[in-house]
């Protein structure tokens, strides 16, 4: 039923607090159950290179300009093409990405300013694959986000609620650009947003239930 979902790239992405940790696990235990061979990764992180680059961007003693800061994050994010989701992709695993292209766009090029057109056009030139087959926004606004937040924030987390507002809104707008990149309210309790990710996903790739 869900083999349609072989080779497939599918991103889970929005603002801090979304609760995106949660509904990786909860998608990664559904597809475990229904046979889907997957692979799952963390952008930024996942590989040697790309956690020690995480660490740079999440520490929150460093100074990064903010061109530096995108950057760092396509650098990640190559290194992860070549060394996890390509041979992923080659043993036909479906992949599932925490984080991608989406959130440079709408962090460092909606938030910080760079501009969204011109993210891309540097994912163009700095990676294999710019755009996933599918990118789940879990929209949230910024007080609940913030009630989910209840430990010691990183850099990115540290930066004042207007960048945070500014996120989302690029996160929205992304949205309203592509069709492949579709919204998921996350407000509602982790089973219900959870039913909302499979449907998605059932829907996008045209999966029938039985
Ligand atoms: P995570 O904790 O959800 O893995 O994400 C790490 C932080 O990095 C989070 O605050 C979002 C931020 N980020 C960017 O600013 N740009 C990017 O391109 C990515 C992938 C993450």
């Not at 509904?23 to 475990?32: E, G, H, I, S, V």
């Not at 930024?44 to 800061?69: F, Q, Y």
């Not at 007080?143 to 809104?169: F, G, P």
Request: aromatic share 6%.
């Amino acid at each position: 039923m869900f083999k349609n979902l072989k080779s497939k790239l599918i991103v889970l992405d929005g603002p801090d607090g979304c609760g995106k940790s949660s509904q990786r696990d909860l998608l990664a235990q559904f597809l475990t159950e229904h046979k889907v061979k997957f692979s799952c990764f963390r952008d930024p992180g996942s590989t040697v290179t790309g956690e020690k680059i995480r660490d740079i961007l999440l520490h929150s003693d460093n100074h990064i300009s903010d061109r530096a800061e995108l950057l760092l994050y396509m650098a990640s994010r190559a290194q992860l093409w070549d060394e996890c989701i390509a041979p992923a992709i080659k043993k036909k695993h479906c992949v599932l990405l925490d984080r991608w292209v989406s959130s440079t766009c709408a962090y460092q090029g909606f938030a910080g300013g760079v501009g969204i057109q011109k993210v891309i056009d540097i994912a163009e030139h700095s990676l294999e694959r710019v755009w996933p087959d599918l990118t789940i926004i879990l929209d949230v606004d910024l007080k609940t986000a913030k009630q989910r937040m209840n430990r010691s924030l990183d850099r990115m987390e540290q930066k004042a609620a207007a960048y945070h507002r500014k996120v989302r809104a690029g996160f929205l707008k992304l949205a309203e650009m592509r069709r492949d990149i579709v919204l998921v309210d996350a407000t509602k309790d982790i089973q219900t947003v959870h039913k909302q990710v499979i449907q998605t996903i059932s829907s996008f790739f045209k999966i029938k239930s039985k």
